[in-house]
């Protein structure tokens, strides 16, 4: 079968720097899918040499009467960051994944030649886990949007996770390692981030063969994409993770089982690098695997994640690292090894500095590119815990997906320029490395624009900016701009360094007496000002009754819903503290009310969700069940898309890691957990010493697993139903009060 021309240019693409005409083209369809087709003829681009500096640049201009538009830039990339420079601050407009604000001035506004140089050499963008959290049900359609983001916000080096399943069952099978024993090696879709990471193996499984065959071919399509544009894709390499198998069919090499990634897990297979089976596996990986995607030299390979190795030897340590880097070499001899940081700060006892040390040391400068994973709340290179290798500064934000307002802003703008500005950081870029996306827009924005500036923004000024290109000059009232002056300062400006991520929803949580923390990892406890919150939602509600066009925008909708059910989480702590204090004090009535009050906010909340087409589990399901070709894999993908939400892992010690407060999952899900729980309390109302939490806790574990293993999905719509503002006012007026 014939190839398109778009993959026919994979290779050469990979082999050398795309064509300027190519990446012109590529910039030229990203402002007709942006703008639409009629607006392409007014721009005029062109791809030009990059001068002294390492970074990126772009330069604006037009003619006197506003157009054409002439945009010069080193990269595609640059040409997109340049068009969306001209969007935000010459057309005071806004794209989002949340909606987008397109009013352009008319007529066109006049730009004197400005030009923009990034003093970074990589944007960097993804986590292995994105592709689990965010991204393993996309089409190529909700790629190609995704890969326009990128470009219009500076990244250049994406990292590429997709379809190397296919690669591994070439490689292993050519190593004679049977299909079956594959299966139990390969996670489900939802799992396949921490199965290749090395943290569990076949959890959540069996994966089809269709789906590895069917993410080949997007995976194919999102390179050339990538490429395009003058990205540099960050493709997978060889960490020692091994199917269990390999120690049968090679019972000389030096397998060994890990300790369990977390309790209810089995360990993974680590194969010693220091065993040339090591070599020969790393290096056919990358020969295969280039020969399926080609090569852009940038590999991923995290041989330790949230897991240590055999031995502390320093000597081991070395020796281990040059063996992985060896083996990237011999498969591609221009091979850079991009390694996160995390390890180094995950486990500070076993990585000491004589240990961390020997394993960055034993690889050259030039071949090693860090992660500073979590650099907006722990940075590590502070720490001085990279020895002076080339850093990437990032942006961590989010864990899990999990739902709620939270970033800091003020951490965010000062962070890369302090990087910057320490002669002895080696800081060669700035990116995003968020377990999941589509959260909190307004932190992806701050950021994306750190990348192409020196200093830090006025954070109060640039707040405002934002809201005028959110929503649109005319309609970004002094109300609104306060209302979010209110979250800038508050739910944004998080200043607890151990805060991973937004303080965790008590509806989303197993409901018992004490609830410190959602599952593992998500503390209760608010960092901000719970009445500023209410105060913005109140500001949200009024100017969307008095301007109506601003109602009817998806960016605002999005906003007031997200700003809607912060202020219903909030006030959820309270009342499950009053519920408690009833039934301790054995207040039948006083129960039954706030009882009534739960049920009532977290059903009135799931019709607000309902309203919103991004913030619905019937949509994770539906674009799950679109990957299935049989009855049998749409058990499998359903079953991965509820478990990653509910109970994640055996043992439950990830139980709501990535809980999502989503329509149909809150209203269904959650409310039964609650629901669950106030008729345990209730039915020990008269002695409550006598609450039996063990055989309350097997009961709600027993619906837990039981809505994991439904197939029913009729309760949960794949699209919105309901008017935000009108379901959002109605809860305004009935909760406001008690907020």
Request: aromatic residues 14%.
């Amino acid at each position: 079968m014939a190839r398109p021309l778009v993959l026919l240019l994979l290779y050469a693409c990979a082999a050398a720097a795309v064509e300027a005409g190519v990446q012109e083209q590529a910039v030229q369809g990203l402002i007709g899918r942006v703008l639409g087709e009629e607006y392409v003829p007014l721009f005029a681009l062109a791809i030009v040499d990059r001068a002294a500096g390492v970074g990126d640049a772009f330069e604006l201009a037009t003619s006197p009467a506003g157009q054409p538009v002439y945009i010069s830039g080193t990269s595609g990339v640059a040409l997109a960051s340049g068009f969306h420079w001209w969007l935000k601050y010459y057309c005071n407009c806004s794209v989002s994944w949340f909606g987008n604000q397109l009013e352009l001035p008319d007529p066109l506004p006049v730009v004197d030649q400005i030009k923009f140089e990034t003093p970074y050499k990589y944007g960097y963008y993804l986590n292995t886990c994105t592709h689990g959290y965010s991204t393993v049900w996309w089409d190529f359609a909700r790629w190609e949007k995704e890969i326009d983001w990128m470009a219009m916000n500076g990244v250049n080096l994406p990292l590429a996770f997709v379809g190397q399943e296919y690669v591994w069952q070439q490689v292993y099978q050519s190593l004679g390692i049977t299909a079956d024993e594959l299966a139990d090696y390969f996670g489900g879709p939802a799992f396949l981030p921490w199965q290749r990471m090395g943290n569990v193996d076949g959890w959540a499984g069996p994966l089809p063969q269709s789906w590895i065959e069917l993410q080949k071919e997007l995976q194919q399509q999102l390179l050339a994409r990538m490429r395009s544009f003058g990205m540099t894709p960050v493709l997978p390499a060889f960490s020692g993770h091994v199917p269990a198998a390999l120690a049968t069919h090679y019972p000389s090499a030096n397998v060994q089982k890990l300790d369990p990634w977390h309790f209810g897990f089995n360990g993974t297979y680590f194969l010693d690098p220091l065993d040339e089976l090591f070599a020969e596996i790393g290096t056919r990986f990358i020969e295969t695997q280039t020969s399926v995607y080609g090569t852009d030299n940038f590999f991923s390979c995290d041989p330790f994640n949230e897991v240590n190795p055999p031995s502390s030897d320093p000597d081991y340590l070395s020796a281990v690292s040059k063996a992985v880097f060896s083996s990237m070499r011999s498969g591609d001899e221009a091979a850079i090894w991009v390694l996160q940081g995390w390890f180094l700060v995950h486990n500070r006892l076993f990585w000491r500095a004589d240990q961390a040390r020997a394993f960055l040391d034993a690889v050259p400068d030039d071949g090693l590119v860090l992660l500073d994973l979590w650099a907006e709340m722990q940075p590590i290179w502070e720490e001085n815990l990279f020895y002076g290798k080339q850093f990437i500064w990032n942006m961590l934000h989010n864990y899990g997906g999990r739902s709620g307002l939270y970033g800091s802003l003020p951490r965010v703008a000062a962070g890369p320029p302090t990087a910057l500005a320490n002669s002895s950081a080696r800081i060669v870029g700035t990116g995003f490395s968020m377990e999941a996306i589509e959260t909190n827009p307004i932190v992806y924005d701050l950021m994306s624009e750190m990348h192409w500036r020196t200093s830090p923004p006025d954070v109060d000024g640039w707040v405002r900016g934002y809201v005028s290109r959110r929503y649109g000059q005319s309609v970004a009232s002094e109300t609104l701009l306060d209302a979010w002056t209110l979250l800038a300062h508050g739910v944004y400006s998080c200043n607890r360094t151990h805060q991973p991520g937004t303080s965790g929803s008590v509806i989303a949580a197993r409901p018992d007496r004490v609830i410190e923390r959602v599952g593992c990892c998500a503390p209760v406890p608010l960092y901000f000002d719970a009445d500023d919150v209410c105060n913005a939602w109140a500001a949200f509600v009024d100017e969307g009754r008095r301007a109506p066009q601003l109602a009817q925008q998806a960016a605002f909708s999005y906003d007031l819903t997200t700003v809607t059910t912060q202020a219903l989480s909030d006030l959820m702590i309270r009342w499950h503290w009053e519920l408690l204090r009833a039934f301790h004090r054995s207040n039948s009535h006083k129960f039954d009310l706030v009882a009534a009050n739960i049920t009532a906010l977290i059903t009135d909340l799931d019709v607000l969700l309902r309203t919103q087409p991004k913030l619905l589990l019937g949509k994770w399901l539906a674009d799950a069940k679109a990957w299935a070709s049989t009855d049998a894999e749409w058990v499998t993908y359903q079953y991965n898309a509820r478990l990653q939400l509910s109970l994640w892992g055996k043992a439950g010690h990830l139980v709501d890691y990535a809980y999502k407060l989503w329509g149909g999952l809150v209203g269904d899900y959650y409310l039964r957990r609650w629901g669950c729980f106030v008729d345990s309390l209730r039915a020990n109302i008269t002695a409550p010493s006598a609450w039996d939490l063990l055989a309350y806790t097997a009961q709600v574990k027993t619906l837990e697993q039981q809505w994991t293993l439904d197939t029913d999905c009729s309760n949960y719509g794949a699209l919105p139903v309901g008017d935000t503002l009108q379901v959002a006012g109605s809860l305004l007026e009935k909760y406001h009060g008690v907020c």
